[in-house]
């Protein structure tokens, strides 16, 4: 396997009642995270948080290209990022 080094070039935060990141996606024009019981969408541009969608967000989060999957307790949520339902 070739290793490369990553090179950080933009770092976000903190965000206020996000004490920790619990899972990472882009949906083409917005970074969704995950923490503790809410979904987050910043621009990546501005590092600005737009919107929260309140949903238990314990791990792993994902994007299909029309839905947010967001690991829940025992559960996988499949959540529309437009409406948040």
Do not use: C
């Not at 541009?45 to 829940?72: M, P």
Request: overall charge neutral; cysteine-free; hydrophobic content about 30%.
């Amino acid at each position: 396997m070739k290793r490369a080094t990553a090179e950080i070039i933009r770092e976000y935060g903190p965000f206020p009642g996000a004490d920790r990141v619990n899972g990472v996606t882009y949906d083409g024009k917005q970074v969704w995270f995950a923490s503790g019981d809410k979904l987050h969408a910043l621009d990546p541009k501005s590092g600005k948080e737009l919107r929260t969608i309140d949903e238990d967000s314990h791990a792993g989060t994902a994007y299909d290209g029309r839905h947010l999957f967001q690991i829940s307790d025992d559960r996988i949520q499949k959540i529309d990022p437009k409406t948040g339902r």
